[in-house]
């Protein structure tokens, strides 16, 4: 039970973000019992489809995409996702608007009401008051993005009528297990008896589609059941039964970006009978689903591309978006990641396509300073070819000042990529007077 006294009627979202951030005795704490539990008593009835969204990344892209084409074809849509970039609000999201401050702590006040002696951490407090405030507002669809996982994650009280797993790699290891077969495991317990379950993995791990296989669910495997095509102008989904072609490519840049679309695409072929969203509605949603941090390109000069990837696979994925520009003399690194992340992974993955590291430390207990990171990226870079500049490694407080020697030194045809966490891409972001939303 928390000795701290919770916020007032008066109080503001920030005073009960604060008050959320200091409830429970861990950050991260998983299992279903106590969010259960919670939502007996708030009395939750989400009466619309329910989709979930776990993997290791992709996540936010697939969410984002579903959003668009539902909100496209008419339908009323809650979103939910987390983290967030800079405002809380960005996290719920009410037919394509962010939900105002009133709203959020109106449900914050009717969670805290109903916990009674339930600790509560701050993901699964806010994540009960996304699903009552999705209640109350008469939906037709929500798309839930699950925090971490999927077994344990409070995002799983739900019953999806369809689920996706985006990716299966190596991230939240100490969680999760540390093979791809374990977290795969983890991941796949978002699907349901008797309702689809698409993989968006193009080898996905044996675990998961054993459990898939066990529960009897309807498993929707990429190049099995569903696939994509396209040429340099446009791109085709193949599913099942349903054929869509002539599609512009998404406004989400990246080589994976295909990937997340048709696996939202398998998602709407399989629920067709109670969401048919017409192919005008897919064309206009993947045109405008947007999602910052997400290989966002800023305009102007140099080129600027902010991208929130933080484990090996979502490196591996820059480097290929990376790979897929045109020519910059030079690539400055402005780099960030949290200590409990597998920066060697990560810095091997981008290897020689970054002339200078600036590394930034980050705040909070899982943050560290940028010494140490810099330390760490010297140690996973290969030592150069002959006849090869070694790559420039500096060391700055936080992100807005490894930024600021960035633009100080790039060129014009240079370019900047700002990556390693969400922490870091949102610092840059509120530097630069941007809204995450």
Known sequence: MSLITPPDAGATLAQWLAYLESLHPKTIDLGLDRVRQVAGRLDIDLDCVKIVVGGTNGKGSTCAMLEAMLLAAGFRTGLYTSPHLIHFNERVRVNGELASDADLTAQFQAVEAARGDTSLTYFEFTTLAALRLFSQSRLDAVVLEVGLGGRLDAVNIVDADCAIVTSVDLDHMEWLGDTREKIGYEKAHIYRAGKPAICADPVPPQTLIDHATAIGADLWLFGRDYNYSGDRQQ???????????????????????????????????????????????????????????????????????????????????????????????????????????????????????????????????????????????????????????????????????????????????????????FLTVAAVLQSLGRSGS
């Open 235 to 421: 791109w085709a989904y193949g599913g099942r039964s349903q054929r869509r072609g002539a599609l512009a490519y998404p406004a989400l840049r990246g080589a994976n970006q295909l990937l997340n679309a048709s696996a939202a695409l398998a998602a709407l072929e399989a629920l067709r009978d109670r969401l048919p969203v017409p192919q005008q509605a897919v064309r206009q949603g993947l045109l405008q689903a947007t999602l910052p941090g997400r290989f966002q390109i800023l305009p102007g000069q140099p080129t600027v591309i902010l991208d929130v990837g933080h484990n090996p696979h979502a490196a591996a994925v820059l480097a290929q978006n990376l790979d897929n520009m045109g020519f910059h003399p030079y690539t400055f690194a402005v780099f960030g990641m949290l200590t409990d992340k597998d920066v060697a992974g990560v810095v091997a993955k981008l290897g020689k396509r970054i002339d200078r590291w600036y590394c930034a430390g980050l705040p909070g207990p899982r943050g560290g300073p940028g010494q140490a990171l810099a330390e760490q990226v010297g140690n996973a870079l290969p030592p150069p070819s002959a006849g090869d500049e070694a790559p420039v490694i500096e060391a700055f407080d936080d992100p807005v000042q490894a930024y600021a020697a960035a633009r100080a030194r790039a060129g014009e045809g240079d370019r900047i990529v700002v990556f390693g966490s």
